[in-house]
C-alpha cells in the first residue's frame, strides 16, 4: 500500500515508518511514497529529502508561498496512486477536503491516551506537563483515524507507560515517543495488511497476525 506522511517536524515516527516499511521490516507490505509538510526545513523533510522521497510542501501561506493549494495537494497525492494517510507530528489541522477523499483511511498519533489530554493546544511538551500537572499515573501514545477536528477521531491502538514521581516533561515525552515508534508502525502494518475490522458501532479493531 502506498502512504503518505505528514510532517512539521523532526519526524522520528516518520524515520520509524519508513524504516518499517523496507524489506523484511514490520510494516514491508507499505512504501513511504510522499512526504507533506508545511515546513519545508524540518527535520522530516531533510530525512525525505535525503531518502529520494518526493517532499510536497502544504498548504502555501505567506512564510510558504511555494506551498500548493488543497486541490493540488489532492491531485499530487492522486497521481502518485497514495492509499493511505499518516499524520506523524503535522501540526495544521488537515482540510475536510481530504478526509472526505480518503475515509477511514487517515491516521494520526497523538503523545497522550486520548480522550484525556488531546484538542487544539495540547500539542508537544504541552501535553506531557498537562499529564504531570494532572496527577495522572500513566501516559502514552493514542493512534487514531482523523476525522475534521484535532483528536476525534476513532481510536486505534495505544499503550501505556508508566509517569514517574519524579518526572519532567522531556522524560515523559521521551518515554511516551519510544513507544510511539512501536505502537505507529504496529497500526500502520495493520493498515497495510487489510487487518482493521470495523465493529458495527464504528470501532476499529485490529486482527493480531495468524
Ligand atoms: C509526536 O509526539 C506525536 O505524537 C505528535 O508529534 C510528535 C512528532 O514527533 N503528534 P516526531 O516528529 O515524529 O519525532
Redesign the pocket.
Given at each position: 500500500k502506498r502512504l503518505a506522511v505528514f510532517?512539521s517536524?523532526?519526524?522520528?515516527?516518520?524515520r520509524s515508518i519508513h524504516e518499517a516499511t523496507a524489506a523484511g521490516g514490520k510494516a514491508s507490505s507499505g512504501d513511504v511514497v510522499a512526504l507533506v509538510t508545511d515546513k519545508p526545513g524540518c527535520?522530516?523533510a531533510e530525512y525525505a529529502r535525503r531518502s529520494g522521497i518526493p517532499v510536497v510542501l502544504f498548504p502555501r501561506s505567506k512564510s510558504a508561498p511555494e506551498g500548493v493549494p488543497t486541490a493540488q495537494l489532492l491531485n499530487a497525492l492522486r497521481d502518485l496512486r497514495v492509499d493511505f494517510v499518516l499524520?506523524?507530528?503535522y501540526l495544521k489541522l488537515i482540510p475536510s477536503e481530504l478526509v472526505q477523499a480518503y475515509p477511514r483511511s487517515v491516521l494520526?498519533?497523538?503523545?497522550s491516551l486520548l480522550p484525556a489530554f488531546g484538542g487544539k493546544g495540547y500539542?508537544?511538551l504541552k501535553v506531557h506537563k498537562a499529564v504531570i500537572a494532572s496527577g495522572a499515573r500513566y501516559s502514552g501514545?493514542t493512534v487514531h483515524f482523523v476525522d475534521e477536528q484535532f483528536d476525534t477521531g476513532r481510536t486505534l491502538a495505544q499503550r501505556v507507560v508508566p509517569v514517574l514521581a519524579d518526572d519532567t516533561p522531556e522524560q515523559l515525552?521521551a518515554r511516551?515517543?519510544h513507544e510511539?515508534h512501536h505502537v505507529y508502525v504496529e497500526a500502520v502494518a495493520a493498515l497495510c495488511e487489510d487487518r482493521i475490522v470495523w465493529r458495527e458501532d464504528g470501532v476499529p479493531l485490529i486482527r493480531t497476525q495468524t
Open positions: 510532517v517536524g523532526g519526524g522520528s515516527n516518520f527535520g522530516g499524520l506523524a507530528g494520526n498519533i497523538h503523545p500539542y508537544g501514545p515525552a511516551v515517543l510511539e
